[in-house]
């Protein structure tokens, strides 16, 4: 069964604050999935469908109670940063299944000023954390820096090709008024700022921010009921990439299976796409998932970010438009949900404007969760205008 046209974003929110000492992540949970709701012209009442990760406690059990919820559904699949693009998808598969009808999908955490009521208990070490941990791949920079030195050693990817990266993402964080890093960087900046594990510098590496979003998915019968413009979902595609017991290539990621389900689902291909959000964890992530969903070939993703081509309003290929993981926020380190929020902002023409680019119809929004150096879980959604 296809979920092309099944479902439409209706309602979007992200919580305007990075540092949020005074608040839990329950409390932050609410705020956002109140904001959303507003924004679709929804009560917490509609609500039929819930879906967020599991750092809440029980997850969606304990959000539920705590939201005062009455549900039908309900999906706590966890993915790491890409959890919260795998959402959309189920939101919409479950949607089309009739499982529900109005899906709140909510993101709150504080990795920057505390927990203040996050997970309880550890969960005890994953069989990687007992192999892995010993050698150094505790930290998430340290895989990515493999996965960048394996991808220059391959192909002559160079710093400052990763550094354009962030350059393009800095110069669109300068319009967003609640962007960490409003600053806009230079190559060299970029190359002179202290090095975390080599390649990556430390401006190569996403900040750390609290925050948290909201997504409102439904179905085609309540959106033309709203009255508000929804962005509909064309396309979704899924994986998990492992590590093969050491069989290992770092020089792809999950996009290379989650990239093409989506374009087949949706009928578009590389050249329909008007804007992309693309996970941003570091600079090397935005590389490589280019090529693996194959807007410019495996290799190519240095010399394609050259010359202002992610550079929005009029870029080849604009991305990450509100700042992305590298300036703007990336709340509890599951920067998914921000990239679907930007996506829909940008089919609605609601963009800052010096970034909005013109006549999007077509967008795309990508997760990455996990290490690409190691295990991980991609996610792909594509999304247009409801004439797409």
């Known amino acids: ?61 304990s959000m539920a109670d705590y939201l005062g919820l009455r549900l039908t559904h309900i999906d706590s699949t966890e993915t790491g940063g890409s959890s919260y693009v795998v959402h959309v998808g189920h939101a919409a598969e479950a949607i089309a299944a009739s499982k529900c009808s109005v899906a709140l999908i909510t993101l709150a955490g504080k990795p920057r000023t505390g927990a203040m009521g996050g997970r309880p208990g550890g969960g005890g070490a994953t069989p990687d954390m007992i192999f892995e941990g010993l050698w150094g791949m505790a930290g998430a920079v340290t895989g990515y820096a493999l996965a960048a030195q394996r991808h220059m050693h391959e ?71 709203l009255g508000r413009t929804s962005a509909k979902i064309l396309g979704h595609g899924e994986t998990v990439k492992h590590a093969q017991n050491g069989k290992l290539d770092l020089t792809y990621t999950g996009a290379v299976v989650s990239g093409p389900r ?28 280019l090529e693996d969903l194959g807007f410019c070939e495996k290799g190519e993703g240095g010399r394609f970010v050259l010359d202002g081509t992610l550079v929005a309003p009029h870029g080849k290929l604009p991305f990450n438009t509100d700042g992305g993981g590298l300036c703007n926020n990336h709340p509890s380190n599951r920067g998914g949900i921000t990239k679907v929020i930007e996506a829909v902002r940008q089919l609605r023409g609601e963009a800052n404007p010096e970034v909005q680019v013109p006549d999007c119809t077509i967008a795309l929004a990508h997760g990455t969760g996990g290490s690409i150096g190691a295990r991980m879980g991609s996610s792909t959604v594509i999304m247009g205008t409801e004439d797409a």
């Open 262 to 289: 989506a374009f087949a689902e949706a009928g578009v291909s590389q050249g329909d796409i008007d804007y992309v959000s693309i996970y941003d964890s570091f600079t090397i992530t935005v590389i490589e998932t």
């Open 1 to 61: 069964m296809s979920i092309r046209g099944k479902a439409f974003v209706a309602g979007i929110y992200e919580h305007p604050r990075r540092e949020i000492p005074d608040l839990t992540n329950s409390q932050i949970h609410a705020e956002v999935a109140a904001g959303a709701l507003a924004d679709a012209g929804l009560s917490f009442s509609d609500v039929d469908g819930f879906f967020c990760d599991g750092t809440a406690g029980f997850g969606p059990m």
């Open 155 to 225: 192909f002559g990817t160079t710093s400052e090709q990763l550094a354009e990266v962030k350059v393009a993402a800095s110069l669109h964080a300068q319009y967003n008024p609640h962007a960490f890093l409003r600053h806009v960087f230079s190559v060299e900046e970029v190359l002179e700022s202290p090095m975390i594990a080599s390649p990556l510098h430390r401006d190569d590496c996403c900040v750390v921010t609290d925050g948290g979003g909201a997504l409102i998915v439904v179905g085609p019968e309540v959106a033309r009921d």
